[in-house]
């Protein structure tokens, strides 16, 4: 079948309805999180063989990249293995940890962000003797929790995954504590409670070694539908909220604006990190995702901002819907094996723009009640101002934007079907101005980048506040400062990381 090959103006002039009705925006001088960044997770199933083949992630990662991710989840595997020596490290580890580092030495090579998560802990610190959940006739369907007399040996045994990892030349950023706590399941996995969760982190915590792996932080366990229950029950209890930098969860059955917003809410108080750590959107067809289902995945990305998330992990790199062809037959024309899909060039509106950048207010958007006919959210970043706007209808706007700063041009990037994606338009503006009319194509995603004008006095004390607090700051615990001072940890937006100094 041929396909017709039209042009950007001619798609555009067909996708722009007559005198289209406007929709204003005003992007408010308010601040929330700053974004850490975007990623997938390298780990079994359709990442398989994962060990040799890193083309994924030399695709999807790094500011180079078309994509710019900047984080990747791995698995801390509970199993024992039979290929790694004490030859292949110099000294010896008995669990399945190699599969995963040639895609994490990249990863950290091109800046980036890479952290581990236990499914479970070792079979034989559990209650069923086994790594798996136990939610089976065949295992018995005993369920599967760490033994109490084995709480002591949960953190040495993550210590042993860093000191693998770093003799593998990879810098683990942070470590989770539980892959879906509240979720009984037959493969591996494990369950805790709040409370026992609060009482390992508490009682043990401390015990990850902080002091030989500077700058490693803690992440919560992530459970299965963002339940604020787990947070929040470390976060109220003074020991072990010294002990958490990072709130984490999936969001199964449980959009953004829901659970992981509540569970924001507190974490946000308390100077933590919000990172969305697995979701999966329409992975469950038999077939590769429409453009509605791009832009659902879109307006997703949007809410978890809009929520207060700083870190936004989708599940695997490579399937059919998600980032990187598979090659399978059956999900073909399209499905490249190693190629990127236009779900990637979705994510690329967020991850090569918003990373590093602080959210800003907007009126309109889904946090204040309104149902407006699209999505919105905003960002500034160095002397750029960033607005996104989702529209799922098949109604074009026009998009009045009201902005906080004057601004003199700027580039419209705009993606409307899975053929048409990642499109530049410059916006032209005669002088700077605080009101700007931009087109908005009717089933579009639209990224707006703005350049600020540095000659207004609002701009120059947020330019100097951005140059005085460019970075996140850790104490030698990895707990985030909101003043640093003395010796700290600085951990900049690309994920990279350095000791220095401020006076007192």
Known sequence: MKRRIITLAICLAAVMAAGAATITVTVKDVRYQTVTGFGAACCDGAMCPYGS??????LLYGPTSKIGLNIMRMEISPNFKGDITAADVGWDTPYDWKGS??????????????FGTPW?????????GTAQGGNSDSQGNQRGELRTDCYEKFFPWLNTFLKYMKSQKVDVDAVSIQNEPDWWVSYSGCLYTPQQQLTLVKNYAHMLDRETYPGVRLISAEPLGFDPNYSNTLLKDTTARKQ??????????????????????LATKYGKEIWMTEHSVTDNIDRLPNWHEQLIFAE???ECMLAGCTGYIYWYMRAHWAFVGTGEAKYNPGNTKNKLLPRAYVMSHFSKHVTGSTRLGTSADKTSGSEAAAEYSAYIKGDSLIVMAI????NAFDLKLNLPYSVKGG????????????????IAIDEPSKTVMVEMPARSLNTYIFQIDNGSAAIKSVANEERRWPTAYYDLRGRRLQVPKGLCIEVSADGSSRKVRFDD
């Not at 580039?411 to 410059?426: M, V």
Request: charged residues 20%; positive net charge.
């Open 120 to 128: 479970s802990p070792p079979g034989d610190y559990k209650t069923n």
């Open 244 to 265: 958490i930098d990072i709130v984490a969860g999936h969001l199964y059955g449980h959009p953004p604006l829901g659970n992981m917003k509540s569970a924001a809410t």
């Open 300 to 302: 997703e990305l949007n």
């Open 101 to 114: 580092v040639p895609s994490a030495r990249i990863v950290k090579q091109r800046g980036g962000i890479v």
């Open 391 to 394: 529209d799922t209808t098949k």
């Open 53 to 58: 083949d890193t083309q994924p992630v030399k």
């Open 411 to 426: 580039t419209h990037l705009i993606s409307f079907s899975n053929d048409s994606l990642c499109k530049e338009r410059p």
